[in-house]
C-alpha cells in the first residue's frame, strides 16, 4: 500500500475477467483515471493493479497481461497476475470442486509468463499456484507444494540466465501459520514477495469485537443500566469509535505476526 497527496490509501485493485470473456471496461477505466492523473502530477493514481484471468487459457490470459502492462509499465504501475487456479470460493467464485491437479502451476507455464511481461518491464509478479486454498481449512484438507516455486525459479534462471528472475505471489495463505511455518518460509526463500491472508484478517477484526463483547456484556445490553448500577450510562462502551478501534487492534497483532513470519518485520528500520 502507498500514501498519495490525494490524501488516500492506494492499493493493489483486484480485476477478475468473469463472466464477460475478456472485455475488461472497469481495468480500462482505472488505467484511464491513471493517465490522467499521472499527467498531472507526475505518478499515477493507483501504484498496482492485480489481474485475473487465470480461468481464461494461458494464451489469452497472458496476451490480455502483455497489453494492459505495456501501458501500466509506462507509468511504473505494478502488475500482479495469476496464472494457475486457487481453490475454495472468493468474491463468489466457487473453484472448490476443481481437480487438484489443476491447483499446480507448471514452470513452463510460468516462464511463459515471464518471457512476455520481462522484455516489458521488471514491474510485475506472478501469483502461481501451489495447492492454494481460498479460506481456511482443516490441516491436511490442503496440499501446499511451495517447493515448486523453487522449482519455477531454477526453470526460469536456466531459461533466462539470471539467478532469481521470479517475483511470485502467495495466494490463499489464511491458515497458514505457526501450526505450518515450513510452507510459509519455504515460499519465501523461492521468491514469494506478497502473500495473501484476508480470511485470516477478517477473522481477527471479528476476533476483537467478539471478545470486547464478552468482556462488557453487562454493560452492552441497553443505553442506561449496568453492573456499576442500574442508571449508569453505557454510551462509552457502544459507541462504534470504542468496538471499532478493538477490532483494528486484533486486526493489527495479526498483521504483526505475518511480518514476524514472513521475516518482514522492522525491515525498513534496519535498511
Known amino acids: 500500500m502507498r500514501l498519495l497527496s490525494i490524501g488516500a490509501v492506494v492499493m493493489s485493485v483486484r480485476c477478475l475477467c468473469r463472466p464477460c470473456a475478456l472485455q475488461l471496461p472497469w481495468f480500462d477505466g482505472m488505467l484511464a ?8 502530477n507526475g505518478e499515477p493514481l493507483f501504484s498496482s493493479h492485480m489481474l485475473d484471468l487465470s480461468e481464461e487459457v494461458d494464451e489469452e490470459n497472458i496476451e490480455t497481461c502483455v497489453k494492459y502492462f505495456t501501458e501500466m509499465a509506462k507509468m511504473k504501475i ?9 481453490g475454495g470460493v472468493e468474491d463468489g467464485v466457487d473453484n472448490s470442486g476443481v481437480s487438484k491437479d489443476k491447483l499446480y502451476t507448471s514452470s513452463e507455464q510460468v516462464y511463459a509468463v515471464y518471457e512476455a511481461l520481462a522484455p516489458i518491464a521488471p514491474y510485475f509478479s506472478i501469483a502461481a499456484a501451489f495447492g492454494n486454498v ?12 511451495p517447493e515448486l516455486l523453487g522449482q519455477h525459479q531454477e526453470y526460469a534462471a536456466t531459461k533466462s540466465g539470471s539467478p532469481t528472475p521470479l517475483f511470485l505471489v502467495f495466494h490463499g495463505g489464511s491458515g497458514s501459520t ?4 515450513s510452507d510459509i518460509k519455504t515460499a519465501v526463500s523461492n521468491g514469494v514477495v506478497k502473500m495473501n491472508i484476508d480470511t485470516d ?12 463483547y464478552k468482556s462488557k456484556e453487562g454493560y452492552l445490553q441497553g443505553q442506561i443500566g449496568n453492573p456499576e448500577g442500574e442508571d449508569k450510562p453505557n454510551k462509552s462502551f457502544y459507541d462504534p469509535r470504542k468496538w471499532l478501534r478493538e477490532c483494528e487492534a486484533s486486526m493489527t497483532k495479526r498483521v504483526e505476526l505475518a511480518f514476524q ?11
Not at 483515471?33 to 498531472?40: G, L, Q, T
Request: glycine content about 8%.
Open 33 to 40: 483515471a491513471d493517465k490522467e492523473y499521472f499527467e498531472k
Open 261 to 271: 513470519e514472513l521475516g518482514a518485520f522492522e525491515t525498513l528500520s534496519k535498511s
Open 178 to 181: 505457526a501450526d505450518d511455518f
Open 78 to 86: 505494478w502488475l500482479e497476475m495469476e496464472i494457475g487456479i486457487t
Open 201 to 212: 484478517t477478517q477473522w481477527a477484526y471479528w476476533e476483537g469485537l467478539l471478545k470486547f
Open 134 to 145: 481460498h479460506g481456511v481449512y482443516k490441516p491436511g484438507n490442503v496440499k501446499l507444494r
